[in-house]
């Protein structure tokens, strides 16, 4: 009996650890950086999966990063510049944005 809330503990750090992540594809219609290496981004149809998964319930339709790595970046404007098709994985929230955790260019 005294195993049992050490083992209901494993099982729900465990639950914590599974991340889902969703997937939205579209043309980035507006990108938001700052000078503190913040960027975001808005798809022309929106984001979706990600709300329909409630990937971050309170998101204000942007997308992004507020530490964004320099890759992301330049994947992003690039992106934009070309009017390229992305795919952009969300994993969550990064404040009122949802967080992307990675994007594709097609």
């Known amino acids: 009996m005294k195993k049992l809330p050490l083992i209901?503990?494993?099982l729900f750090s465990l639950n914590t650890f599974a991340a889902t992540y969703s997937q939205?594809?579209?043309i980035i219609s507006t990108v938001y950086v700052n000078p503190?290496?913040?960027i975001a981004l808005k798809l022309q149809d929106g984001f979706p999966k990600a709300k329909g998964d409630n990937q971050c319930p309170n998101a204000n339709g942007w997308a992004g990063l507020k530490m964004a790595d320099n890759v992301i970046k330049s994947a992003i404007l690039a992106a934009k510049t070309a009017n390229l098709r992305v795919m952009?994985?969300?994993e969550g929230c990064e404040g009122d944005w949802?967080?992307?955790k990675d994007i594709y260019l097609n």
């Open 24 to 26: 939205d594809r579209g």
């Open 88 to 90: 952009v994985t969300i």
């Open 98 to 100: 949802f967080k992307v």
């Open 8 to 10: 209901l503990c494993a």
């Open 36 to 38: 503190e290496g913040a």
